[in-house]
């Protein structure tokens, strides 16, 4: 398994720059955009899955129309 590298501030800095520049992209489902992070990072989705709140929250989420019968 790959192990995390910390990075130093200029690092983190120019990066956000980076990001901030790009046009966002747009994803129709969670599906998609786990596809796309497939292929662009080096990081296995299953550690995505394993240390990210966010996704936890978004996988597990019920939805109102999960009460309707």
């Not at 800095?13 to 786990?34: D, H, I, N, W, Y």
Request: hydrophobic share 40%.
């Amino acid at each position: 398994m790959s192990q995390l590298v910390p990075v130093g501030v200029w690092n983190v800095r120019e990066s956000v720059q980076a990001a901030l520049e790009t046009k966002p992209l747009k994803f129709g489902s969670l599906k998609e955009s786990m596809d796309h992070m497939k292929r662009v990072f080096d990081i296995p989705i299953e550690r995505w899955n394993q240390e990210s709140e966010v996704l936890k929250h978004l996988i597990h989420q019920r939805r109102i129309t999960d009460f309707v019968e």
